[in-house]
């Protein structure tokens, strides 16, 4: 089968490889699309970050070369010998995570925190980036009749914005300021309006992005090189600074403007992952004396089916989120080289195997 893998920074290859074969707790999965997320593309850009080169993942056993993919969905074609709830034909979106189940935070649930934490694609030889892939039962999440494969490619960065409001405890009637209208800021910006926040804020530089997030039911989209963000906040929430912000960039300046852009006793949630180490632009004084609090997120945690659901009800509009479709053999050129070079005005591109 073809299958798009990852050698080194820089060096992705289309190469035909053996089809894989489920163990006895696997699943085999004929993907139909596959996301390209900002995680492939930095591992691209400036890997390895996630994948293991130099010895096996301690879960997975897999180090580079690796298909590469962890945003996908498909219909299952096989099950092992100990899979009982699910079936052939069976149409799925697989949980990327791989997780051990014995360390503290999985005995605690929270396995995305898991001390050995590896990703389909990454961790994993068996991305989505390829015509099938094996995945453990334990992943799956069931697509509704309702939601299409496209849609389903997108359950797991949804899921991301998920997880970032139940972080921040969003309370109904509360406002929001998203930083940055990626597909992560965006399912943020959709998910926040079905939680019933009354006043939504994005903040965008690019043209096209601040387009998407207009469309998509912002109540305002704030240009911060064209206006004072802070001023700007207060002027269309009434006085008052947010009660909640979201950053989903990943720049010291951005962690800045989220905490700059909550009221005193608000909360900033930062689901950008960042490729630099602070530099101290932070006025620590200003967290500790107005009370703030400032939470890590990471991913998701059994937030698939919730996402799922907003899909089905029409909440989240996943579709609109695909700028561009590809297959396979283009995923390199006009998909990886595409998004380094018109990164502004895209958010998500999807690739068929």
Not at 79 to 95: H, I, Q
Not at 269 to 278: D, E, Q, W, Y
Request: a negative charge.
């Amino acid at each position: 089968m073809k299958a798009l893998r990852w050698y080194g920074k820089k060096d992705l290859r289309i190469e035909n490889i053996p089809e894989p074969k489920p163990g006895k707790d696997e699943v085999k999965i004929k993907v139909e699309w596959c996301g390209i997320c900002g995680s492939d593309l930095h591992e691209y850009e400036a890997g390895p970050i996630f994948i293991p080169t130099t010895s096996p993942h301690p879960i997975t056993g897999d180090q580079a070369p690796i298909t590469m993919g962890h945003e996908f969905a498909g219909t299952i074609v096989e099950v092992g010998e100990n899979v009982k709830d699910w079936k052939v034909g069976d149409r799925v979106s697989p949980d990327a995570c791989f997780s051990c189940g014995t360390c503290d935070s999985c005995r605690r649930g929270d396995y995305h925190l898991c001390e050995s934490l590896g990703f389909n694609g990454l961790a994993a030889d068996n991305g989505g980036f390829a015509e099938y892939s094996v995945v453990p039962a334990y992943q799956l999440y069931k697509l509704a009749e309702n939601v299409d494969f496209e849609e389903g490619a997108l359950v797991e960065p949804i899921s991301v914005g998920v997880h970032a409001l139940k972080k921040a405890r969003l309370m109904m009637g509360e406002s929001v300021v998203i930083i940055g209208a990626g597909t992560i800021g965006l399912a943020t910006l959709q998910a926040a309006k079905a939680a019933g926040a009354a006043n939504v804020m994005v903040v965008e530089l690019a043209a096209a992005r601040k387009d998407f997030a207009k469309k998509m039911g912002a109540d305002y989209v704030i240009d911060p090189s064209t206006t004072d963000l802070v001023s700007r906040i207060k002027e269309v929430n009434n006085g008052r600074l947010a009660d909640v912000a979201i950053e989903c960039v990943g720049l010291e300046a951005t962690l800045k403007s989220s905490l700059d852009s909550i009221r005193k006793g608000g909360r900033a949630v930062i689901a950008g992952i960042f490729s630099a180490s602070g530099k101290g632009i932070i006025d620590w004084n200003d967290l500790v004396i107005g009370e703030k609090e400032l939470i890590g997120t990471i991913g998701y945690n059994r937030d698939f089916a919730t996402s799922i659901n907003l899909i089905n009800s029409g909440k989240i509009n996943a579709k609109q989120y695909i700028t561009k479709r590809i297959k396979l053999e283009d995923a390199v050129e006009e998909g990886f080289e595409e998004l380094i070079k018109n990164k502004d005005k895209h958010i998500k591109i999807i690739v068929e195997p």
